[in-house]
């Protein structure tokens, strides 16, 4: 087990994961582990927290590390999806190591409708855009969100071509999108930018 951010996260070989893989959840769409672009996103809200009470939506969350930390740094009522529902039993063993709550629910990004969408003000999503037909799935999300009255909608990635195409397409169709550029060596060597929509 490492800590970062505050957050306990188990490795691939801690025992209790290990248990999890055995009895059969085993992640199929890149859910299989903890992926570092959670961390370009903590990194920022460290220096621009979000409210207390906040309702944050983690889309693609995997294992729910990025959510778990947004309830336990800042109190926010945190929900993550994910499509791929092995991924759950990883996300409820560490919130309970962290000692917080988050919900988790099957979903995809594309059965995110807006009325669901009404009930967050902010949307987190990291390592979540790495294949082509992403980039408009996302982009759509992004539409129906700010139809809903999302404030924020924050993305974290590495710069794979997805990504970047999202960025570009999201500069061009509303005002105020922020590319944050990030370059962390603790606690682990990370690279990538944040986009703020
Ligand atoms: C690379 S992993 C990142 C997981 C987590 N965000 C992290 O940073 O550790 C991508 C996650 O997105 C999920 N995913 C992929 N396509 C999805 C879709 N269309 N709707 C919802 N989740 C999806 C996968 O199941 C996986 O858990």
Known sequence: MRQAYGLKILNANHQDVRRLKREGHQAELHGNKFWNSSFLIMDHLKRHPLKKNSRVLEIGCGWGLLGIYCAK???????GIDADPNVFPYL?????????TMAGEKKSFQQLDQRYLSNFDVILGADICYWDEMTGLLMNLIARARRAGVQQVMISDPCRPPFTDLAERCDK????????????????NASGEILIV
């Open 173 to 188: 169709k509303y005002d105020g999108v922020l590319l944050v550029e990030k370059f962390l060596k603790r606690p682990v």
């Open 73 to 79: 740094t800042f109190g926010c009522r945190v929900t």
């Open 92 to 100: 409820q063993l560490h919130a309970e190591k962290n000692g917080v």
